[in-house]
């Protein structure tokens, strides 16, 4: 007599190994996009932390730290003969860089003004978060601002008073501009006809 023997059929095998595969690649998907979210909301959060101790640095030397004080690693205060730490250690950006920043954006630069008065610090965001764009952002006093630091570097606008940007038809509108810094201000440089800056 013929018993046959209970088995698994190679397209069943198959079949559980596809899926077991597609399952996985989800996961690690998944996995990596909530990591870069997470990454962006550290540096988000280490930005307002940076924030904070600047403002009670102000507070106290009525004064920003100068490239020195920064440069220590720490913000603190020594006047009146005792110690004043605002912040231990400054944060780094965390790594890898995320979306497209490039490893140079993918760091945290202080500039203050030569007073004291103000200071501004670059970082990049991988992707949305909160009401923030992905790509670089500045630091200054007032908060996060949706643009870069620097003058010069260009920008890109995604809407203007409640159109929005496109580079296709009807529009054919740029969203990327080139910036150039008149007096204190940043311009953009599209129709203002300034010549070669």
Same mark, same amino acid.
């Given at each position: &007599?013929?018993?046959?023997?209970?088995? @698994? !059929?190679?397209?069943?095998?198959?079949? $559980? *190994?596809?899926?077991?595969?597609?399952?996985?690649?989800? /996961? $690690?998907?998944?996995?990596? =996009?909530?990591?870069?979210?997470?990454?962006?909301?550290?540096?988000?959060?280490? &930005?307002?932390?940076?924030?904070?101790?600047?403002?009670?640095? @102000?507070?106290?030397?009525?004064?920003?730290?100068?490239?020195?004080?920064?440069? !220590?690693?720490?913000? @603190? /205060?020594?006047?009146?003969?005792?110690?004043?730490?605002? &912040?231990? $250690?400054?944060? !780094?950006?965390?790594?890898?860089?995320?979306?497209?920043?490039? #490893?140079?954006?993918? /760091?945290?630069?202080?500039?203050?003004?030569?007073?004291?008065?103000?200071?501004? *610090?670059?970082?990049?965001?991988?992707?949305?978060?909160?009401?923030?764009?992905?790509?670089?952002?500045?630091?200054?006093?007032?908060?996060?601002?949706?643009?870069?630091? /620097?003058?010069? %570097?260009?920008?890109? *606008?995604?809407? $203007?008073?409640?159109?929005?940007?496109?580079?296709?038809?009807?529009?054919? %509108?740029?969203?990327?501009?080139?910036?150039?810094?008149?007096?204190?201000?940043?311009?953009?440089?599209?129709? &203002?006809? #300034?010549? =070669? *800056?």
């Amino acid at each position: &007599m013929f018993n046959p023997k209970k088995a @698994f !059929t190679l397209i069943e095998l198959l079949v $559980v *190994i596809a899926i077991i595969g597609i399952l996985a690649t989800v /996961s $690690v998907i998944s996995l990596s =996009n909530a990591r870069a979210k997470s990454r962006d909301a550290k540096r988000v959060g280490d &930005m307002k932390q940076i924030q904070t101790a600047l403002e009670l640095f @102000f507070n106290d030397k009525g004064r920003y730290p100068n490239f020195d004080e920064w440069n !220590t690693g720490s913000i @603190f /205060s020594t006047s009146t003969g005792a110690t004043s730490t605002y &912040m231990q $250690v400054i944060p !780094t950006a965390p790594t890898p860089n995320d979306g497209l920043c490039t #490893v140079n954006q993918n /760091s945290i630069s202080y500039v203050p003004t030569s007073d004291g008065s103000s200071y501004s *610090i670059s970082l990049c965001l991988g992707g949305n978060t909160g009401a923030l764009t992905s790509g670089p952002k500045c630091l200054t006093p007032a908060g996060i601002i949706d643009a870069n630091c /620097s003058c010069g %570097d260009p920008i890109t *606008i995604t809407s $203007v008073a409640n159109h929005t940007c496109t580079e296709g038809a009807p529009d054919y %509108d740029q969203c990327t501009y080139d910036t150039v810094k008149i007096g204190s201000q940043c311009w953009m440089k599209q129709n &203002m006809n #300034v010549g =070669n *800056i």
